[in-house]
């Protein structure tokens, strides 16, 4: 088992058995929309939560008291590029007693910081393992998602996952240095009129689209794994805020994923409720999934020439 896998544990003054028992019974502590059998060896069950994640499960391990092991057969996350990340992996609780004690220790096998959703997910678990199944077992009363509606915790997910800002991502057969080499080479997939330095944090650059100007610190520069720009001024003279961007964060994410490398990029801040949303996203997807794929894979991106005028970013 990786280290890197995630994992919560809990400790309760409940038995083994209570423990068990209270696991099994999804519907109590996870959601109570849930379809099929949960407490059966071989048994296949089906999650939802609206149109953001579906997944459907195979209890294949399963020890009386000690530990349940559900393999993930589906899954399609709504907000990801790769809307099946968690298909293949594993969901393991295993039950000890420690110190006159229960311990569960939940394991998600596979869900791993390279994923996407990592940061969503593991907040997601850590909320129904330490809070809501810990309830289920220690009250009988846990919090799992009502069916047909949200409780406080979905609620909070989704202004978290609007907070977050527009997402990207592009997976390439280049290495994860070449992929940061060509995400600093800004005038190769972005803009040809760029002035300034973006090599180590500290330095200022800034890209012109016509009467667009977009300056920016680097705020974070990890070779071969992270780059962070933060929007120090820009002028977008076609909003009615033209500093829309300002204060906004351009995160890039960069990881190995099954022998390729991926690229996720966030924008924070470009929220659907800024102005320029919906024009700015189709926007980053020419740039990223276009200019800065062919880019990498061909040597030749599609940027913004210089004295050109841009309708967007």
Not at 16 to 25: G, S
Not at 266 to 294: K, M, R
């Amino acid at each position: 088992m990786s280290t890197s896998d995630f994992t919560s544990t809990i400790l309760v003054d409940q038995s083994p058995e209570q423990a068990f028992k209270a696991i099994l019974n999804v519907r109590g502590w996870w959601s109570e929309d849930i379809e099929g059998s949960t407490d059966k060896l071989n048994e296949e069950f089906e999650y939802h939560y609206e149109d953001v994640h579906y997944c459907k499960m195979k209890l294949i391990e399963l020890v009386p008291n000690k530990k349940a092991v559900w393999l993930v057969l589906d899954n399609l996350f709504n907000f990801t590029k790769d809307k099946s990340e968690w298909k293949g992996t594993k969901i393991s609780f295993e039950i000890s007693e420690k110190n006159n004690k229960t311990q569960i220790r939940f394991t998600h096998i596979g869900l791993v910081p390279a994923y996407e959703c990592y940061d969503i997910c593991q907040n997601a678990w850590t909320n129904y393992i330490q809070e809501s199944l810990r309830d289920f077992i220690m009250t009988g009363k846990g919090q799992p998602n009502p069916k047909g509606g949200r409780n406080a915790y979905q609620d909070a997910l989704s202004r978290k996952m609007n907070a977050q800002g527009y997402k990207s991502g592009i997976i390439v057969d280049a290495t994860p240095e070449q992929a940061f080499k060509a995400i600093n080479n800004v005038r190769g997939w972005w803009s040809e009129d760029m002035e300034g330095a973006l090599q180590k944090a500290g330095d200022v650059f800034t890209v012109r689209f016509g009467e667009i100007y977009i300056t920016m610190k680097v705020e974070e520069s990890i070779p071969g794994k992270k780059i962070v720009w933060n929007v120090i001024d820009c002028n977008k003279p076609w909003l009615k805020n033209t500093k829309e961007w300002n204060g906004t964060q351009l995160v890039w994410e960069i990881f190995e994923k099954h022998n390729k490398t991926q690229i996720q990029f966030t924008h924070v801040g470009l929220v659907p409720e800024v102005e320029c949303f919906d024009v700015c996203s189709n926007a980053w997807v020419e740039y990223i999934q276009g200019s800065l794929l062919n880019l990498i894979n061909t040597g030749k991106g599609k940027p913004t020439r210089k004295q050109a005028t841009a309708k967007a970013n």
